[in-house]
């Protein structure tokens, strides 16, 4: 299964956009045990992209590009934005950061998924996961 | 997402129903502050209803519980299921905010 979407830089979509992107990867999403963690990494990787990618400017646009192929599934999320230096990114869980309100976005996908990869200047997260019995 | 608020015992106790998702952590972080406003000091969210919080989400709570911690006050939140609470313990959230096993138990620690 091969899905290519595109959508355009407004928080209000990302929810619909996901829910339908979850549809089309599972026929039932509430009945696979990995759909929390699918949902979560997407969720985060397409507000990264929105709104520190894109930063939220609605003439650019999220590419996600998903495929399922032997039980093993791969999310790859674009913006269109200047990329960050992904190996500079904060740990959120050390005692100076655990309070801070953000930056828990990338440590949840790394927690989520099974392998996490940044490439193009960090513009694309590549995540993918195995689906044991999904 | 559906907000509910109701006080039991001097405790503010705030039920959720639906997904804790950017758009809803904004409408839970304004009823907040609203209650907060009104004088509530003791807060506890009842996350039964709860399906699904991302890292907006997670943030708000980490605010509620600042803002309660500054004026002398304190949150929790109960009936949390497996997947959420085990987004408290990989954040190490579940240190700054208490987690209750179930509403009963969370009132009669407050």
Known sequence: MRISET????????????????????????????VFNIKLALHEAIINAVKHGNKMKQHLNVQV?????????????????????????PD?????NLEKLNG?????????????????????????????GD | ??????????????????????????????AFLGVLKEGAREVMVDFEKVSFVGSAGLATLIEMMQLLRKSGGKLGCCNINNNI????EITKIHKLITIYDNRALALKSF
């Open chain 1, 7 to 34: 959508m355009i830089s407004q928080v209000e979509f990302i929810d619909d956009f996901i829910d339908s992107l979850l549809e089309r990867i599972f026929q039932t999403p509430k009945q696979h045990n990995s």
């Open chain 1, 92 to 96: 959120p869980i050390t005692p100076e």
């Open chain 2, 85 to 88: 609470r085990g987004l408290f």
């Open chain 2, 1 to 30: 997402m559906k907000i509910g608020i109701d006080t039991i015992d001097d405790v503010t106790v705030v039920d959720l129903e639906g997904e804790l998702n950017v758009d809803d952590s904004i409408l839970l972080r304004n």
């Open chain 1, 65 to 89: 590009e998903i495929i399922k192929e032997d039980g093993q599934l791969t999310i790859q999320v674009t913006d269109q934005g200047e990329g960050f230096d992904f190996k500079k990114i």
């Open chain 1, 104 to 132: 828990r976005g990338i440590f949840l996908i790394q927690n989520a998924m099974d392998r996490v990869e940044f490439t193009d200047q960090g513009r694309t997260i590549k995540m993918m996961k195995l689906l044991k």
